[in-house]
């Protein structure tokens, strides 16, 4: 399978991250059900998704 190289929700822009606690940092642990765990799916077992204001600036602009 393919390495997932970010997600967009609700328009804004989120990318996987390492982390030592992924759950505990992953910036999408209030939206879980709602985007159906994509980190056991998607991501290694030491990511979690950040949130990336800069990738989302970009996005709103165009």
Do not use: H, W
């Not at 997932?4 to 910036?27: A, F, Q, T």
């Not at 290694?44 to 949130?51: I, Q, T």
């Amino acid at each position: 399978m393919e390495k997932l190289n970010g997600i967009i929700l609700n328009g804004k822009v989120y990318m996987p991250e390492e982390s030592e606690k992924p759950c505990e940092n992953c910036d999408l642990k209030t939206d879980c059900l709602l985007v159906g765990r994509a980190c056991s799916v998607f991501l290694n077992e030491n990511e979690s998704f950040r949130y990336s204001q800069s990738l989302t600036d970009k996005l709103n602009k165009q």
